[in-house]
């Protein structure tokens, strides 16, 4: 697994390094997907976390609620929404209207039905939030692990084949612009929550 971070760690580092030297913007260079790995370092450091949270909870099963509430929102906010959501409505709508090869166009398919069984584990854990939460939680990281490993290792760089320097530097700029967007979007469903909780 260590590989795996180092291969995709240094896929990310190519990445910038590859950018042309001397550019004025800062931004402008960046591929689309290095906003995309960089997501994918911050994920993978969250599943370490859970991993080793199940490992100590082997013994008692005992659950802090506080912790599955952090990884209920860093997987709904950060992973789902902010970085699977810039995947969905970005790259892989522009790469779906692209002539793909058939092994592309096959990864493009697995990754997006990923998305489904992702969604499917969070309403299961909702549903089953006693026992089998653990599992839940073990089911994510299993699932995001095989997502980043496919995503870093074959798809992204092939990928960018398809786009030409103009397609890529709007994507990148529609990447920051969902983003900024984002802190907006969460915090006013937070407030809409908190008014559920009005005790009537
Ligand atoms: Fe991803």
Known sequence: ???ICMV???AAILVFISL???AKEVRGPMKPIAPLMIEHRLIERMIGVMEDYVASTQASKKINPAFVD???DFFRTYGDRTHHGKEEDILFARLAKKNLSDDHRKMLNSLIDERVQAREIYVRGDENAGSDILNSITAITVLYRKHIEL????FFIPCL???TKDEMDAMLSDMWEYDRNMIHV???EVVGQARDLIIK
């Open 1 to 3: 697994m260590k590989t």
């Open 8 to 10: 995709s760690g240094l």
């Open 20 to 22: 042309p030297l001397g």
């Open 70 to 72: 952090m990884v209920c």
């Open 151 to 154: 995503e870093d290792k074959y």
């Open 161 to 163: 084949q398809y786009f």
């Open 186 to 188: 969460k915090y006013k």
